[in-house]
């Protein structure tokens, strides 16, 4: 069937559903918001293309429609205000995704909760603590927005498409994520051996990209508010994976259960995704540096995780 519910119709729900309309993901889509004129005009806007890419049911939902659903996509979440802390956030999101969650679950559904809402990590967590949901079937977006920067900021420097570039960003999708260059390639070469045959690319300048991939959604809301492209192919990616069982590795936030020495955490590793949800936790073996920075930001995690529970 393909359903997919969106929870959420803000920049980057409404980004979404134009992301699966265009790339022709899923069969059924309903979006849930408050604002359900705006969700109809978005649907009337996007049934207009149709015609190019093929049939699609686009809908107004309400909550019982996630009874039987593959997939609920949730995007819902206050935006940080200027004099808000990152916890002042997280609380308020937490109280956000606790009344929707409960919605979703009092309809009955069984399937996969994909979460997209920030701070991802800690409200993925917090999902699968109020669902009771097993570990594969309750995903957060994570870092896949921030490996797909990283790639595409390599990629220009090197003028390589990005997509012959495999890097990943792991630990918490912010100030404390990492890029793993141990066992990153650059056109089937390794970094370090890229290195060594290309001399006017330096591991200063890595450094830097990596930097400047940290603080892009910065830049991008000093800009125009708020970022929502990038996220919503991101997340559309996710979803093609599930519906069409593909079993692509990804960079997304799982629980942990041992991996990286930790448990009771949600946070970003490459995983295996099916029709299943996370068939499978990749754990990277990392060089001690990068086993220092991923402990930092599970440390981090579980601080936020804490005070949300106070």
């Known amino acids: 069937m393909e359903k997919i519910i969106l929870i959420g119709n803000g920049d980057v729900g409404s980004s979404y559903s134009f992301a699966l309309v265009a790339q022709g993901i899923g069969n059924e889509i309903g979006i849930i918001d408050l604002d359900k004129a705006k969700a109809a005009g978005d649907i009337q806007d996007l049934n207009h293309g149709l015609a190019y890419v093929g049939p699609k049911t686009l809908y ?28 002042d956030l997280t609380k308020k999101n937490a109280q956000i995704m606790k009344k929707i969650v409960k919605s979703v679950i009092a309809s009955g559904f069984q399937g996969i909760f994909l979460i997209a809402s920030n701070p991802v990590d800690v409200l993925t967590h917090y999902v699968k603590k109020l669902t009771g949901f097993p570990s594969h079937k309750v995903i957060g977006s994570g870092t896949s927005l921030d490996s797909a920067r990283l790639r595409n900021a390599i990629g220009e420097q090197l ?17 404390t994520q990492f890029p793993v260059w141990s066992h990153g390639n650059i056109g089937g070469l390794s970094v370090h051996e890229w290195l060594e045959t290309h001399p006017n690319f330096s591991e200063q300048d890595l450094g830097l990209i990596a930097e400047k991939v940290k603080n892009a959604a910065y830049d991008i809301i000093a800009a125009k508010g708020s970022t929502h492209y990038g996220i919503a192919i991101s997340l559309a990616r996710i979803t093609r994976s599930i519906l ?10 799982v629980h942990l259960e041992g991996q990286y020495q930790a448990t009771d955490v949600c946070i970003s590793s490459p995983a295996i995704v099916n029709s299943q949800g996370i068939r499978e936790i990749i754990e990277m073996p990392l060089n001690e540096s990068e086993q220092q920075r991923m402990y930092d930001s599970i440390q981090a995690l579980k601080t936020m995780q804490a005070q949300l529970q106070e």
């Not at 107004?60 to 819902?76: F, G, K, Q, S, W």
């Not at 069409?244 to 936030?253: C, G, I, R, T, W």
């Open 60 to 87: 107004v939902a309400d909550y019982e429609d996630c009874r039987d659903a593959d997939l609920v996509v949730i995007t819902a979440g206050a935006a940080q205000l200027p004099h808000e802390t990152r916890l």
């Open 244 to 253: 069409k069982d593909e079993h692509a590795v990804l960079p997304v936030s």
């Open 159 to 175: 003028t390589i498409d990005p997509r012959d570039i495999q890097i990943y960003v792991l630990g918490e999708h912010g100030d």
